[in-house]
Protein backbone atom coordinates (compact mmCIF):
# COMPACT_ATOMS: atom_id res chain seq x y z
CA UNK A 1 0.00 0.00 0.00
CA UNK A 2 2.99 2.64 0.88
CA UNK A 3 4.57 1.42 -2.28
CA UNK A 4 1.48 1.56 -4.21
CA UNK A 5 0.77 5.88 -2.90
CA UNK A 6 4.44 6.29 -3.62
CA UNK A 7 4.06 5.52 -6.97
CA UNK A 8 1.30 7.88 -7.48
CA UNK A 9 2.69 10.77 -5.67
CA UNK A 10 5.69 10.66 -8.05
CA UNK A 11 3.25 10.33 -10.43
CA UNK A 12 0.75 13.01 -10.05
CA UNK A 13 2.47 14.85 -7.02
CA UNK A 14 1.01 14.80 -3.43
CA UNK A 15 -0.64 18.73 -3.66
CA UNK A 16 -2.34 17.32 -6.94
CA UNK A 17 -3.52 13.71 -5.27
CA UNK A 18 -4.49 15.68 -2.30
CA UNK A 19 -7.06 17.78 -4.31
CA UNK A 20 -8.54 15.04 -6.17
CA UNK A 21 -9.24 13.52 -2.62
CA UNK A 22 -10.44 15.84 -0.89
CA UNK A 23 -12.57 16.95 -3.25
CA UNK A 24 -14.46 13.74 -4.00
CA UNK A 25 -14.58 13.21 -0.24
CA UNK A 26 -16.47 16.56 0.27
CA UNK A 27 -18.11 17.72 -2.88
CA UNK A 28 -19.39 14.25 -4.24
CA UNK A 29 -21.97 12.13 -2.73
CA UNK A 30 -19.67 11.32 -0.05
CA UNK A 31 -19.06 13.92 3.05
CA UNK A 32 -22.05 15.97 2.22
CA UNK A 33 -24.68 13.80 3.74
CA UNK A 34 -22.87 14.90 7.06
CA UNK A 35 -24.65 18.44 6.81
CA UNK A 36 -27.51 17.20 4.17
CA UNK A 37 -29.48 15.13 7.24
CA UNK A 38 -29.65 18.50 9.10
CA UNK A 39 -30.88 20.33 6.19
CA UNK A 40 -33.57 17.30 5.56
CA UNK A 41 -34.30 17.99 9.28
CA UNK A 42 -34.94 21.70 9.14
CA UNK A 43 -37.02 21.27 6.16
CA UNK A 44 -39.04 18.83 8.25
CA UNK A 45 -39.40 20.37 11.84
CA UNK A 46 -37.87 24.23 11.64
CA UNK A 47 -40.33 24.98 8.36
CA UNK A 48 -42.93 22.41 9.27
CA UNK A 49 -42.82 22.10 5.26
CA UNK A 50 -45.38 18.92 3.85
CA UNK A 51 -43.39 15.81 2.45
CA UNK A 52 -44.50 17.03 -1.36
CA UNK A 53 -43.22 20.68 -0.48
CA UNK A 54 -39.86 19.62 1.07
CA UNK A 55 -38.88 17.02 -1.85
CA UNK A 56 -39.93 20.18 -4.44
CA UNK A 57 -37.04 22.17 -2.31
CA UNK A 58 -34.47 19.69 -2.75
CA UNK A 59 -35.09 18.80 -6.40
CA UNK A 60 -35.01 22.61 -6.94
CA UNK A 61 -32.11 22.70 -5.37
CA UNK A 62 -30.29 19.46 -7.26
CA UNK A 63 -31.01 20.67 -10.54
CA UNK A 64 -27.38 22.36 -11.09
CA UNK A 65 -26.63 18.85 -11.48
CA UNK A 66 -28.10 18.40 -14.36
CA UNK A 67 -26.50 21.35 -16.37
CA UNK A 68 -22.94 19.80 -16.13
CA UNK A 69 -21.73 20.36 -19.46
CA UNK A 70 -22.13 23.91 -19.36
CA UNK A 71 -19.35 23.98 -17.09
CA UNK A 72 -17.46 21.60 -19.43
CA UNK A 73 -17.63 24.01 -22.32
CA UNK A 74 -16.82 27.06 -20.01
CA UNK A 75 -13.61 25.41 -18.28
CA UNK A 76 -12.88 24.18 -21.83
CA UNK A 77 -13.48 27.07 -24.05
CA UNK A 78 -12.59 30.02 -22.02
CA UNK A 79 -9.44 30.17 -19.88
CA UNK A 80 -8.91 32.20 -17.02
CA UNK A 81 -6.04 33.88 -17.15
CA UNK A 82 -4.22 31.55 -19.54
CA UNK A 83 -5.62 28.43 -17.20
CA UNK A 84 -8.24 26.33 -17.59
CA UNK A 85 -8.79 24.36 -14.68
CA UNK A 86 -8.02 25.64 -11.35
CA UNK A 87 -9.84 29.76 -11.75
CA UNK A 88 -13.08 27.27 -12.24
CA UNK A 89 -12.23 25.05 -9.39
CA UNK A 90 -11.74 28.16 -7.11
CA UNK A 91 -14.93 29.65 -8.22
CA UNK A 92 -16.39 26.18 -7.63
CA UNK A 93 -15.39 25.98 -4.03
CA UNK A 94 -16.31 29.53 -3.19
CA UNK A 95 -20.00 28.87 -4.49
CA UNK A 96 -19.61 26.15 -2.51
CA UNK A 97 -18.47 27.87 0.74
CA UNK A 98 -20.32 30.45 0.94
CA UNK A 99 -24.32 29.57 1.29
CA UNK A 100 -22.97 27.45 4.27
CA UNK A 101 -21.10 30.71 5.75
CA UNK A 102 -24.07 32.59 4.83
CA UNK A 103 -27.13 29.76 6.44
CA UNK A 104 -24.45 29.16 9.47
CA UNK A 105 -24.72 32.67 10.59
CA UNK A 106 -27.47 34.20 9.20
CA UNK A 107 -30.56 32.85 11.00
CA UNK A 108 -33.25 34.36 8.69
CA UNK A 109 -31.54 32.59 5.97
CA UNK A 110 -32.34 29.10 6.82
CA UNK A 111 -35.86 30.17 8.54
CA UNK A 112 -36.96 31.32 5.40
CA UNK A 113 -37.82 28.25 2.70
CA UNK A 114 -36.52 31.06 -0.57
CA UNK A 115 -33.99 32.07 1.00
CA UNK A 116 -32.62 28.35 1.81
CA UNK A 117 -33.73 26.96 -1.37
CA UNK A 118 -31.75 29.68 -3.11
CA UNK A 119 -28.36 29.24 -0.53
CA UNK A 120 -28.85 25.48 -1.45
CA UNK A 121 -29.03 25.71 -5.07
CA UNK A 122 -25.90 27.93 -5.24
CA UNK A 123 -24.20 25.42 -3.16
CA UNK A 124 -24.73 22.55 -5.60
CA UNK A 125 -24.27 25.01 -8.57
CA UNK A 126 -20.25 25.26 -6.90
CA UNK A 127 -20.32 21.17 -6.00
CA UNK A 128 -21.38 19.88 -9.90
CA UNK A 129 -18.65 22.13 -11.17
CA UNK A 130 -16.22 21.31 -8.78
CA UNK A 131 -17.03 17.84 -9.83
CA UNK A 132 -16.53 18.48 -13.73
CA UNK A 133 -13.82 20.01 -13.61
CA UNK A 134 -11.93 17.96 -11.23
CA UNK A 135 -13.15 15.27 -13.60
CA UNK A 136 -11.38 16.94 -16.66
CA UNK A 137 -8.39 17.52 -14.52
CA UNK A 138 -8.45 13.39 -13.72
CA UNK A 139 -8.83 12.93 -17.46
CA UNK A 140 -5.84 15.32 -18.49
CA UNK A 141 -3.63 13.85 -15.76
CA UNK A 142 -3.95 10.21 -16.80
CA UNK A 143 -3.02 10.99 -20.45
CA UNK A 144 0.60 9.89 -22.28
CA UNK A 145 3.02 8.56 -19.94
CA UNK A 146 0.98 8.21 -16.76
CA UNK A 147 -1.98 6.06 -18.63
CA UNK A 148 -0.82 2.98 -16.46
CA UNK A 149 -1.82 4.90 -13.43
CA UNK A 150 -5.55 6.12 -15.23
CA UNK A 151 -6.77 3.22 -13.23
CA UNK A 152 -5.18 4.04 -9.76
CA UNK A 153 -6.38 7.58 -10.19
CA UNK A 154 -10.25 6.51 -10.41
CA UNK A 155 -9.90 3.89 -7.78
CA UNK A 156 -8.49 6.26 -5.06
CA UNK A 157 -11.28 8.78 -6.24
CA UNK A 158 -13.45 6.15 -5.20
CA UNK A 159 -12.50 5.42 -2.18
CA UNK A 160 -12.37 8.63 -1.02
CA UNK A 161 -15.76 9.44 -1.95
CA UNK A 162 -16.57 5.95 -0.20
CA UNK A 163 -14.57 7.10 2.64
CA UNK A 164 -16.80 10.77 2.59
CA UNK A 165 -19.81 8.85 2.45
CA UNK A 166 -19.53 6.52 5.64
CA UNK A 167 -17.83 9.38 7.90
CA UNK A 168 -20.32 11.60 6.89
CA UNK A 169 -23.29 9.12 7.75
CA UNK A 170 -22.05 8.30 10.63
CA UNK A 171 -21.59 11.86 11.85
CA UNK A 172 -23.98 13.32 10.58
CA UNK A 173 -27.19 12.11 12.75
CA UNK A 174 -24.48 12.31 16.04
CA UNK A 175 -23.98 16.02 15.52
CA UNK A 176 -27.55 16.45 14.78
CA UNK A 177 -28.81 15.30 17.70
CA UNK A 178 -26.04 17.09 20.11
CA UNK A 179 -25.33 20.19 17.94
CA UNK A 180 -27.28 23.18 16.81
CA UNK A 181 -28.08 23.29 13.15
CA UNK A 182 -25.73 26.52 12.63
CA UNK A 183 -23.11 24.74 14.19
CA UNK A 184 -23.23 22.06 11.69
CA UNK A 185 -23.18 24.16 8.59
CA UNK A 186 -20.30 26.41 10.03
CA UNK A 187 -18.55 23.10 10.56
CA UNK A 188 -18.54 21.43 6.98
CA UNK A 189 -17.40 25.06 6.10
CA UNK A 190 -14.37 24.45 6.73
CA UNK A 191 -13.75 21.58 4.53
CA UNK A 192 -14.63 24.06 1.33
CA UNK A 193 -12.21 26.48 3.19
CA UNK A 194 -9.44 23.63 3.17
CA UNK A 195 -9.94 22.65 -0.28
CA UNK A 196 -9.93 26.61 -1.27
CA UNK A 197 -5.97 26.69 0.33
CA UNK A 198 -5.77 23.87 -1.50
CA UNK A 199 -6.44 24.99 -4.68
CA UNK A 200 -3.29 27.61 -4.12
CA UNK A 201 -0.90 24.61 -4.37
CA UNK A 202 -1.63 23.16 -7.67
CA UNK A 203 0.15 24.09 -10.41
CA UNK A 204 -1.57 24.45 -13.91
CA UNK A 205 0.22 25.04 -17.03
CA UNK A 206 -0.80 28.42 -18.83
CA UNK A 207 -2.22 28.39 -22.00
CA UNK A 208 0.62 30.50 -24.27
CA UNK A 209 -0.22 32.05 -27.68
CA UNK A 210 1.85 29.82 -29.26
CA UNK A 211 -0.20 27.03 -27.86
CA UNK A 212 -3.27 28.73 -28.78
CA UNK A 213 -2.24 29.51 -32.20
CA UNK A 214 -1.41 25.49 -33.14
CA UNK A 215 -4.52 24.83 -31.05
CA UNK A 216 -7.04 27.10 -33.44
CA UNK A 217 -5.23 25.88 -36.21
CA UNK A 218 -5.73 22.06 -35.46
CA UNK A 219 -9.63 22.83 -34.46
CA UNK A 220 -10.48 24.93 -37.88
CA UNK A 221 -8.43 22.35 -40.12
CA UNK A 222 -10.43 19.92 -42.52
CA UNK A 223 -10.32 16.26 -43.19
CA UNK A 224 -7.26 16.60 -45.84
CA UNK A 225 -5.48 19.30 -43.57
CA UNK A 226 -6.49 22.62 -44.60
CA UNK A 227 -7.88 25.18 -43.34
CA UNK A 228 -11.72 26.27 -43.92
CA UNK A 229 -12.15 29.81 -45.74
CA UNK A 230 -14.50 31.31 -43.27
CA UNK A 231 -11.27 30.93 -40.66
CA UNK A 232 -8.60 31.77 -43.06
CA UNK A 233 -8.81 35.43 -42.47
CA UNK A 234 -8.76 35.07 -38.51
CA UNK A 235 -5.17 32.93 -38.68
CA UNK A 236 -3.76 35.66 -41.30
CA UNK A 237 -4.55 38.35 -39.00
CA UNK A 238 -3.38 36.43 -35.85
CA UNK A 239 0.30 35.58 -37.90
CA UNK A 240 -0.34 39.37 -38.66
CA UNK A 241 -0.20 40.32 -35.40
CA UNK A 242 2.91 37.85 -34.65
CA UNK A 243 5.31 39.25 -37.28
CA UNK A 244 4.44 42.79 -36.04
CA UNK A 245 5.71 42.05 -32.50
CA UNK A 246 8.63 40.46 -33.96
CA UNK A 247 9.51 43.30 -36.20
CA UNK A 248 8.85 45.92 -33.51
CA UNK A 249 11.65 44.47 -31.24
CA UNK A 250 13.62 44.77 -34.11
CA UNK A 251 13.39 47.97 -35.59
CA UNK A 252 13.66 49.97 -31.99
CA UNK A 253 11.82 50.72 -28.26
CA UNK A 254 9.44 53.17 -29.86
CA UNK A 255 7.80 51.41 -32.61
CA UNK A 256 7.83 48.25 -30.63
CA UNK A 257 5.69 50.39 -27.96
CA UNK A 258 3.90 51.34 -30.72
CA UNK A 259 2.92 47.58 -32.25
CA UNK A 260 2.40 46.34 -28.75
CA UNK A 261 -0.10 48.35 -27.75
CA UNK A 262 -1.89 47.57 -31.19
CA UNK A 263 -0.88 43.82 -30.54
CA UNK A 264 -3.03 43.25 -27.61
CA UNK A 265 -6.19 44.74 -29.07
CA UNK A 266 -5.64 42.47 -31.93
CA UNK A 267 -4.61 39.76 -29.51
CA UNK A 268 -7.90 40.44 -27.54
CA UNK A 269 -10.17 40.36 -30.51
CA UNK A 270 -8.70 37.20 -31.71
CA UNK A 271 -8.67 35.40 -28.15
CA UNK A 272 -12.36 36.62 -28.20
CA UNK A 273 -13.09 35.08 -31.67
CA UNK A 274 -11.41 32.16 -30.67
CA UNK A 275 -13.73 31.76 -27.60
CA UNK A 276 -16.68 31.96 -29.22
CA UNK A 277 -15.76 29.82 -32.49
CA UNK A 278 -14.15 26.71 -30.02
CA UNK A 279 -17.52 27.11 -28.25
CA UNK A 280 -19.77 27.32 -30.79
CA UNK A 281 -17.92 23.84 -32.00
CA UNK A 282 -18.36 22.22 -28.56
CA UNK A 283 -21.85 22.43 -28.42
CA UNK A 284 -22.36 21.73 -32.39
CA UNK A 285 -20.37 18.61 -31.85
CA UNK A 286 -21.90 17.52 -28.95
CA UNK A 287 -25.10 17.80 -30.50
CA UNK A 288 -24.07 16.01 -33.55
CA UNK A 289 -23.01 13.07 -31.44
CA UNK A 290 -25.55 13.12 -29.61
CA UNK A 291 -29.04 12.63 -31.94
CA UNK A 292 -27.01 9.16 -33.17
CA UNK A 293 -29.38 6.82 -32.76
CA UNK A 294 -26.41 4.71 -30.84
CA UNK A 295 -26.21 7.33 -28.14
CA UNK A 296 -29.44 8.51 -28.65
CA UNK A 297 -31.70 5.25 -27.66
CA UNK A 298 -29.60 3.93 -24.47
CA UNK A 299 -29.53 7.38 -23.16
CA UNK A 300 -33.56 7.93 -23.54
CA UNK A 301 -33.76 4.09 -21.25
CA UNK A 302 -31.85 5.64 -18.69
CA UNK A 303 -33.56 9.14 -18.61
CA UNK A 304 -37.47 7.71 -18.72
CA UNK A 305 -36.07 4.73 -15.96
CA UNK A 306 -35.72 7.74 -13.65
CA UNK A 307 -38.77 10.00 -14.98
CA UNK A 308 -41.26 7.24 -14.88
CA UNK A 309 -40.23 6.11 -11.50
CA UNK A 310 -41.69 8.53 -9.02
CA UNK A 311 -39.00 8.97 -6.01
CA UNK A 312 -40.89 8.95 -2.56
CA UNK A 313 -37.71 8.96 -0.35
CA UNK A 314 -38.32 11.98 1.59
CA UNK A 315 -42.11 10.77 2.08
CA UNK A 316 -40.56 7.68 3.57
CA UNK A 317 -37.99 10.10 5.79
CA UNK A 318 -41.03 11.43 6.97
CA UNK A 319 -42.99 7.96 7.95
CA UNK A 320 -39.85 6.48 9.65
CA UNK A 321 -39.61 9.80 11.59
CA UNK A 322 -42.81 10.74 12.75
CA UNK A 323 -44.11 7.43 12.50
CA UNK A 324 -41.37 4.73 12.99
CA UNK A 325 -39.79 7.86 15.74
CA UNK A 326 -36.46 6.17 14.35
CA UNK A 327 -33.52 8.86 16.12
CA UNK A 328 -31.11 10.82 13.38
CA UNK A 329 -28.47 8.87 14.87
CA UNK A 330 -29.97 5.59 13.66
CA UNK A 331 -30.59 7.24 10.03
CA UNK A 332 -26.84 8.09 9.68
CA UNK A 333 -26.33 3.98 10.37
CA UNK A 334 -28.74 3.12 7.71
CA UNK A 335 -26.92 5.11 5.15
CA UNK A 336 -23.56 3.47 6.40
CA UNK A 337 -25.46 0.46 5.39
CA UNK A 338 -26.18 1.70 2.17
CA UNK A 339 -23.19 2.70 1.20
CA UNK A 340 -21.94 -0.92 2.36
CA UNK A 341 -24.76 -2.24 -0.35
CA UNK A 342 -23.11 -0.14 -2.50
CA UNK A 343 -19.57 -1.44 -2.37
CA UNK A 344 -20.90 -5.14 -2.21
CA UNK A 345 -23.04 -4.39 -5.30
CA UNK A 346 -20.07 -3.16 -6.99
CA UNK A 347 -18.06 -6.45 -6.09
CA UNK A 348 -20.57 -8.61 -7.39
CA UNK A 349 -21.42 -6.89 -10.01
CA UNK A 350 -17.45 -6.86 -10.94
CA UNK A 351 -17.06 -10.76 -10.19
CA UNK A 352 -20.43 -12.22 -11.79
CA UNK A 353 -22.16 -9.71 -14.01
CA UNK A 354 -19.99 -7.92 -15.88
CA UNK A 355 -20.09 -10.84 -18.92
CA UNK A 356 -23.76 -10.60 -18.96
CA UNK A 357 -25.41 -8.98 -21.74
CA UNK A 358 -27.03 -5.32 -20.19
CA UNK A 359 -30.65 -5.75 -20.86
CA UNK A 360 -30.45 -9.49 -18.77
CA UNK A 361 -28.55 -6.66 -15.90
CA UNK A 362 -31.32 -4.04 -16.21
CA UNK A 363 -33.93 -6.02 -15.90
CA UNK A 364 -32.63 -7.77 -13.20
CA UNK A 365 -31.73 -4.44 -11.56
CA UNK A 366 -35.47 -3.46 -12.22
CA UNK A 367 -37.03 -6.51 -11.08
CA UNK A 368 -34.88 -6.09 -7.94
CA UNK A 369 -36.00 -2.84 -7.23
CA UNK A 370 -39.52 -3.62 -7.20
CA UNK A 371 -39.22 -6.37 -4.52
CA UNK A 372 -37.08 -4.45 -2.56
CA UNK A 373 -40.46 -2.43 -2.39
CA UNK A 374 -42.34 -5.09 -0.97
CA UNK A 375 -39.81 -4.39 2.14
CA UNK A 376 -41.45 -0.85 2.54
CA UNK A 377 -45.04 -2.42 2.18
CA UNK A 378 -43.83 -4.69 4.69
CA UNK A 379 -43.11 -2.22 7.14
CA UNK A 380 -45.86 0.49 6.35
CA UNK A 381 -48.40 -2.75 6.78
CA UNK A 382 -46.67 -2.89 9.99
CA UNK A 383 -46.69 -7.04 8.97
CA UNK A 384 -43.04 -6.83 10.53
CA UNK A 385 -44.06 -6.86 14.10
CA UNK A 386 -46.12 -9.18 13.90
CA UNK A 387 -43.41 -11.50 13.20
CA UNK A 388 -41.18 -10.08 16.19
CA UNK A 389 -39.17 -7.82 13.38
CA UNK A 390 -38.22 -4.61 14.30
CA UNK A 391 -38.57 -1.58 12.66
CA UNK A 392 -34.97 -0.47 12.72
CA UNK A 393 -33.87 -4.03 11.33
CA UNK A 394 -35.89 -3.85 8.22
CA UNK A 395 -34.73 -0.17 7.23
CA UNK A 396 -31.06 -1.16 7.72
CA UNK A 397 -31.29 -3.95 5.25
CA UNK A 398 -33.48 -2.26 3.24
CA UNK A 399 -31.06 0.57 3.08
CA UNK A 400 -27.55 -1.82 1.94
CA UNK A 401 -30.28 -3.86 -0.47
CA UNK A 402 -31.87 -1.25 -2.31
CA UNK A 403 -27.91 0.44 -2.74
CA UNK A 404 -26.82 -2.60 -3.78
CA UNK A 405 -29.22 -3.52 -6.54
CA UNK A 406 -29.12 0.32 -7.76
CA UNK A 407 -25.75 0.02 -8.04
CA UNK A 408 -26.32 -3.00 -10.87
CA UNK A 409 -28.65 -0.06 -12.98
CA UNK A 410 -25.76 2.73 -12.51
CA UNK A 411 -22.57 0.89 -13.52
CA UNK A 412 -24.05 -0.37 -17.11
CA UNK A 413 -24.76 3.47 -17.18
CA UNK A 414 -21.34 4.13 -16.56
CA UNK A 415 -19.72 1.86 -18.77
CA UNK A 416 -22.27 2.08 -21.80
CA UNK A 417 -21.58 5.69 -21.47
CA UNK A 418 -17.67 4.89 -21.71
CA UNK A 419 -18.62 2.98 -24.66
CA UNK A 420 -20.83 5.44 -26.67
CA UNK A 421 -18.57 8.54 -25.51
CA UNK A 422 -16.63 9.51 -29.37
CA UNK A 423 -13.15 10.49 -29.66
CA UNK A 424 -12.32 14.32 -28.99
CA UNK A 425 -15.57 15.27 -26.77
CA UNK A 426 -15.24 12.17 -23.96
CA UNK A 427 -15.26 14.57 -21.55
CA UNK A 428 -18.44 17.10 -22.08
CA UNK A 429 -20.15 14.14 -23.59
CA UNK A 430 -20.16 12.11 -20.57
CA UNK A 431 -20.46 15.04 -18.27
CA UNK A 432 -23.98 15.36 -20.28
CA UNK A 433 -24.72 11.92 -20.06
CA UNK A 434 -24.23 13.08 -16.24
CA UNK A 435 -26.83 15.21 -16.52
CA UNK A 436 -29.40 13.84 -18.31
CA UNK A 437 -29.25 10.78 -15.23
CA UNK A 438 -29.36 13.52 -12.76
CA UNK A 439 -32.04 15.90 -14.66
CA UNK A 440 -34.03 12.22 -15.02
CA UNK A 441 -33.58 12.02 -10.85
CA UNK A 442 -35.02 15.73 -10.65
CA UNK A 443 -38.12 15.11 -12.44
CA UNK A 444 -38.69 11.61 -10.95
CA UNK A 445 -38.19 13.35 -7.65
CA UNK A 446 -41.00 16.07 -8.93
CA UNK A 447 -43.06 13.22 -10.16
CA UNK A 448 -43.10 11.76 -6.28
CA UNK A 449 -43.62 14.61 -4.90
CA UNK A 450 -46.67 14.87 -7.47
CA UNK A 451 -47.84 11.72 -6.31
CA UNK A 452 -47.24 12.18 -2.76
CA UNK A 453 -50.09 15.79 -3.04
CA UNK A 454 -52.61 13.63 -5.40
CA UNK A 455 -52.56 11.30 -2.47
CA UNK A 456 -52.87 13.61 0.29
CA UNK A 457 -49.63 12.33 1.92
CA UNK A 458 -48.48 15.18 4.76
CA UNK A 459 -46.34 14.92 8.25
CA UNK A 460 -49.89 13.98 9.99
CA UNK A 461 -51.44 11.27 7.66
CA UNK A 462 -49.29 8.51 6.28
CA UNK A 463 -52.71 6.33 5.22
CA UNK A 464 -52.35 6.04 1.18
CA UNK A 465 -48.49 6.33 1.71
CA UNK A 466 -48.86 2.27 1.00
CA UNK A 467 -50.84 3.03 -1.99
CA UNK A 468 -47.97 5.38 -3.63
CA UNK A 469 -45.06 2.61 -2.85
CA UNK A 470 -47.38 0.24 -4.74
CA UNK A 471 -47.60 2.62 -7.66
CA UNK A 472 -43.61 2.99 -6.92
CA UNK A 473 -42.52 -1.12 -6.85
CA UNK A 474 -45.27 -1.22 -9.95
CA UNK A 475 -43.33 1.36 -11.86
CA UNK A 476 -40.37 0.44 -11.26
CA UNK A 477 -41.46 -2.74 -13.43
CA UNK A 478 -42.75 -0.54 -16.43
CA UNK A 479 -38.62 0.71 -17.79
CA UNK A 480 -38.45 -3.47 -18.80
CA UNK A 481 -41.05 -2.18 -21.54
CA UNK A 482 -38.62 -0.11 -23.50
CA UNK A 483 -35.39 -2.46 -22.90
CA UNK A 484 -35.47 -2.49 -27.18
CA UNK A 485 -33.51 0.90 -26.39
CA UNK A 486 -30.06 -0.76 -25.52
CA UNK A 487 -28.19 -1.80 -27.67
CA UNK A 488 -28.59 -5.69 -27.74
CA UNK A 489 -25.34 -7.00 -27.99
CA UNK A 490 -23.89 -4.68 -25.62
CA UNK A 491 -22.37 -6.33 -22.61
CA UNK A 492 -21.21 -5.44 -19.22
CA UNK A 493 -17.49 -5.28 -19.85
CA UNK A 494 -15.80 -1.48 -20.86
CA UNK A 495 -14.45 -0.84 -24.01
Known amino acids: MIKWTKRLISAFGASFL ?110 AMADVVVDAMIAE ?83 NGSTSDEDSPFIEKFNRSIERRKKGKKNGKRLAVRTRKSDIVEKDDSLTLKQ ?7 IYDLCRAFRQPMILRPMSWFFLAHVINPDL ?72 TTYGISDKTMVLWGSALADAINQFKFMPFLIISGQLCPPGIEGTLF ?18 AGLASILNIDSRSFDNLLLGIIIHAICNSVPIAFLFLIPKEATGISA
Open 18 to 127: WLICLIYFTQMQGFRSFVWTAISYQLKDKLKLSPAASQYVSSIAFFPWSIKPLYGIMSDCIPIRGRKRIPYLVIATVLSLVPWLILGSNSASRDSKWHLMIFLTVQNLGS
Open 141 to 223: AARYDRALFAGDLQSISWMAMALGGICGSLLGGYVLSNLQIDTIFLLFAVLPTIQLISCQFVVEKSVDSKNFQEYYISRVSTS
Open 276 to 282: CHSIKDA
Open 313 to 384: STVVFYYQTEVLKLEASFLGTARVFGWLGLMLGTFIYNHHFKYMKLRRILMCANIGLSLVNLQQIIVVSRMN
Open 431 to 448: ALFMSINNLGSTLGSFVG
